[in-house]
């Protein structure tokens, strides 16, 4: 067919449109004009958000989203079937240009309602993959406007266009999108504000309210979508922390006891439910003493999926739960009893997940303040009815160490500094998740590990747990730490020569001789002290035998017939005493009151253990010493109290975090190996770390400290003269301290340039010099060293640096007499103050800071602020006192807690009654018999 001859369709009468087909025009026009109006409102919200940064998305904005969806999917029929039958009568026309118009107008037409098909979720097809998403949006924003370019060409081609409607359109689209946009912004109400709550837990809710429980417990609903999140999640310590947990249900139970019996009310027991119980807690079932804990299903719900992402704001960085916490918006028919409503409830939140993400995933979720809300915690003096005590804190833990990149002188940095809990707690796996991501440019979509690896492995046990559970605690565990039979002393004396270290060249053992064995336990991989957390009951400890063939002739850290751990073996862990001087051994929070011995290990430091074995006569062969670091979550004496009758002995994983093995001959013997052992510079650095960090300028273990840096410095390793430097000013030899900075500056001028300002500026305000000392604090606090910068390393989060800064201010300001010097003196001072305050910002209950401010305040003139912070000192300062009363009562009458205490004990391998030890055929000369009062002998493991 020729074009522009002229045939049946160019016919007078035969119209393209005719009668029949011009309803459905309307329809499809209608339809267009409605989708053009929620558009242009939909397009303005997204405008507003991108520019302001926020979101406006209501429930009026996810409303014309459903619109949007419905409207989109039933012009879908209309369009085609119009466009069908418009081009069979169109498609002989000798009008070209309008046939070539108005085919491309079908095609993109067709690619709009495709691209918003592909958009949509749908059950048996959807698309998940963040990138092909993000072109499918883009081609559906982009088509529309070429549809309506196309539309106005196609119609040009042909009968002149009555322009009335599509301005109509336009105008009402143009002024319901800036009314409606116009009510978002500006016209809709704040939320209300969060207020406490609560006496004793920090939290706070829209204006102090309850919220309602159901809401709180809607993990079913979010396991629909993310199913494989919420499956690690079920067998979570997390998912397990309230009544279902049968460890805190039994400690709990008894807080909520006292409350009752000294208050009349579960106040008390509040501070525990603050992050245990949140579900109870927050919809007020937690404060009925007749509570159902049992049959309640807020019992058992653990924090669930909303108790976190629904978090809005981290309040502060005290801990004990100070997080403000409200209902999420929901979406359109999300509780509706019919079950097509509530599909198309979940098609909106897979449609437009922008509102619930903005509802449940929020910058904050990915800070360490997030963590630290539960997991820095102290006892209010309403819970203790004494005074403010510190009892767990990870978050300055880490937040102050070596691994997150904030402090300045950690013995050891990562190469990369790990800024955050969940880089170790919260790791990568593979999933189709539709929140998954290629976030580590693997290739591979993952989320992060809502199982939260940690070392719980009791829980998971006692409660019955998978198997691959407590293997992934496990794979946490071992290797985190490391155990190094490093060396002897001759004498059995802490003082005695030093033979090390043990490696295999000529160290022989005299039979009749008596040696200090010198373990040293190093944390490796752990980002806060080791163990932190319920220090006071998790059991880490050292199993240390000493063999000679098949004979034990020492042995430390071996269990009895129940699984308890023999009490006078090495633990890493803190002691805690109540009141009256007993040891706090039920998870008894309430009473705690003062810690006898805290043996955790920070992160990047070392412990000494000293073990004292007499060498038999009789020996001829090669001695074995065998080292292992042993964990398991609870101790046998806590074990016990829960179990109550049903405790038969303490079957809760024990995981071997590090061992290590020496065989040395004996005089005549020949066979002599050691296991793998690391650089022997990093063995004499980490032996002196520990003996630096147990020793104080009275006691030799900092000149022993000293001789293991001085290896180090000869091995030729930069750490061995920094280290020389913090011994030499911890003893108060600063001259010494400052040759030890010059030999590192002259022959390791790239070596942790940090580290070594910071014990130049303490060598300066020994020396008097503190106007350099204050340059190089603030140049260290500003984290001005581009190899710091390079591996993430942020100084400006290390408080003791900031302490000893406004303090070196302080002391300036003080030198400055007269009026003349009056301003520089006040600026200074204003310096100084601004300075502690930036401390508080970062940890509010710093001793150190109110009682500089105190002095600050009194200089400045302010005698009530001086008068506030005071009065925080007294808070905040130990009761010594009232401490030294319940110290001595316990250590008097246990024998075993009162030798962990020592400043520098000796364990000793060989005495009576020891778990696992060979009876000797007859007395050792010279033992220094110890009596044993029974298998837990009050330390109850």
């Known amino acids: 067919m020729a074009i522009g001859k002229p045939t049946l369709v160019d016919t007078p009468g035969f119209a393209v449109i005719g009668d029949r087909l011009r309803p459905l025009l309307r329809v499809v026009g209608v339809f267009c004009a409605l989708l053009a109006v929620n558009s242009t409102y939909l397009a303005a919200i997204t405008l507003a958000e991108s520019a302001s940064g926020k979101l406006y998305q209501d429930y009026f904005y996810l409303g014309m989203f459903l619109a949007h969806l419905a409207l989109g999917l039933l012009l879908i029929v209309p369009f085609v079937a119009f466009a069908v039958l418009h081009l069979r009568r169109a498609i002989g026309r000798s009008n070209r240009n309008a046939i070539r118009a108005g085919l491309a107008l079908f095609a993109t037409g067709s690619v709009v309602l495709l691209s918003g098909v592909f958009l949509t979720r749908f059950g048996f097809f959807e698309v998940d993959d963040p990138a092909l998403r993000e072109v499918g949006y883009w081609v559906h924003v982009a088509t529309p406007l070429i549809a309506v370019w196309l539309f106005v060409l196609h119609r040009l081609a042909g009968r002149r266009i009555r322009w009335s409607f599509g301005v109509a359109t336009a105008a009402v689209a143009a002024a319901f999108a800036t009314t409606m946009v116009a009510w978002t912004l500006w016209l809709t109400p704040p939320p209300a504000t969060a207020e406490p709550a609560f006496a004793t837990t920090l939290v706070r809710t829209p204006g102090g309210a309850h919220l309602d429980a159901r809401t709180l417990m809607r993990d079913e609903m979010c396991a629909e979508c993310h199913a494989d999140i919420a499956a690690a999640w079920r067998n979570s310590a997390h998912r397990l922390s309230s009544f279902n947990n049968p ?20 106040r008390k027991a509040q501070f525990c439910a603050g992050c245990h119980d949140l579900v109870p807690l927050l919809s007020g079932a937690f404060d009925d003493p007749d509570f159902d804990v049992v049959g309640d299903p807020s019992a058992h719900a653990g924090l669930t999926c909303t108790s976190c992402h629904a978090i809005t704001h981290v309040n502060s960085v005290l801990g004990n739960a100070d997080f403000s916490i409200a209902e999420p918006v929901h979406y359109p028919f999300e509780d509706s009893d019919s ?46 009815d004494y005074k403010w005590l510190r009892v767990q804190n990870h978050f300055d833990s880490f937040m102050q160490s070596g691994v997150a990149g904030h402090r300045v002188d950690s013995f050891y940095y990562p ?53 691959d559970v407590i293997a992934a605690h496990r794979q ?44 040293v336990v190093r944390n490796l991989r752990v980002g806060h002290h080791l163990t932190q957390g319920t220090a006071d009951s998790n059991e880490l400890w050292v199993d240390l035998s000493v063999r000679a063939g098949d004979r034990v002739i020492g042995r430390s850290g071996a269990r009895g017939a129940q699984g308890a751990v023999d009490p006078w073996s090495f633990f890493v862990n803190s002691y805690v005493l109540t009141k009256d001087g007993e040891r706090l051994d039920r998870r008894n929070g309430q009473d705690a009151f003062v810690t006898l011995y805290n043996h955790q290990i920070p992160p990047g430091a070392a412990a000494v253990v000293h073990y004292r074995i007499d060498v038999p006569d009789d020996v001829t062969g090669p001695i074995t010493i065998d080292a292992a670091l042993r964990y398991r979550k609870f101790d046998t004496t806590y074990l016990r109290h829960v179990q109550g009758e049903r405790f038969v002995g303490n079957d809760l994983p024990v995981i071997t975090l590090a061992v290590d093995r020496v065989t040395l001959a004996t005089a005549g013997a020949q066979d002599v190996a050691v296991g793998d052992k690391p650089a022997l510079w990093e063995r004499w650095n980490d032996y002196g770390i520990g003996l630096l960090l147990s020793g104080t300028p009275q006691r030799a273990t900092l000149r022993q400290a000293e001789q293991a ?27 010494e301290a400052a040759a030890a900075l010059q030999r590192a500056a ?49 100084f400006s989060h290390d408080y003791r640096a900031r302490n000893l800064l406004g ?68 808070t905040y300062r130990p009761d010594d006192h009232a401490v030294e009363r319940a110290v001595t009562r316990h250590r008097r009458h246990n024998p075993a807690a009162d030798h ?42």
């Open 247 to 266: 460890f805190y249900s039994f400690s709990v139970q008894e807080t909520r006891k006292v409350s009752m019996a000294t208050t009349g009310t579960m």
């Open 339 to 384: 079950p097509l409503l509530r599909a198309v409830s979940r098609q909106l939140v897979k449609a437009k997940p922008a509102h619930h993400k903005h509802g449940f995933l929020k910058p904050l979720h990915s800070t360490a303040a997030f963590c630290g809300g539960c997991h820095k915690a102290h006892l209010p003096a309403a819970v203790n």
């Open 415 to 467: 190469p990369q500094a790990t800024p955050r809990c969940a880089n170790c707690h919260m790791p990568l796996v593979a999933s189709n998740d539709p929140a998954a991501r290629d976030v580590d440019g693997s290739g591979t979509r993952k989320v992060h590990s809502h199982l939260f690896p940690a070392a719980n492995t009791g829980l998971a046990h006692t409660v019955g747990l998978p198997d």
């Open 476 to 519: 946490m565990l071992e290797g985190a730490a490391r155990i190094d039979i490093f060396g002897l002393r001759e004498g059995g004396e802490v003082d005695g020569v030093l033979r090390a270290p043990l490696d295999g060249t000529g160290r022989v053992l005299q039979p009749g001789k008596t040696y200090l064995v010198e373990a």
């Open 709 to 735: 840096f001085r290896a180090v410095e000869a091995l030729g390793r930069g750490d061995g003269a920094l280290n020389l430097a913090r011994v030499y000013l911890k003893e108060g030899r600063i001259d």
């Open 746 to 794: 002259d022959q390791y001028p790239d070596y942790r340039p940090w580290t070594r300002a910071w014990l130049t500026a303490q060598v300066d305000r020994e020396n008097g010099h503190l106007a350099r000392a204050i340059d190089t604090l603030r140049a260290l606090l500003d984290t001005r060293f581009d190899e710091a910068r390079q591996r993430g390393f942020d």
């Open 807 to 874: 303090r070196s201010l302080y002391e300036r300001a003080r030198q400055l007499r007269g009026a003349a010097q009056a301003v520089q003196r006040r600026s200074l001072l204003d310096d100084a103050r601004s300075e502690f305050e930036r401390v508080l910002a970062a940890e509010p209950e710093n001793l150190a800071a109110h009682f500089n401010l105190a002095l600050v305040f009194a200089d400045l003139g302010d005698d009530a602020q001086a008068a506030r912070h005071r009065a925080l000192v007294d």
């Open 900 to 941: 962990a205490a020592e400043a520098v004990a000796v364990y000793d391998l060989q005495r009576p009654g020891a778990f696992g030890l060979s009876a000797p055929e007859q007395p050792l000369v010279g033992r220094r018999d110890v009596k044993r009062s029974g298998e837990d002998d009050g330390r109850g493991t």
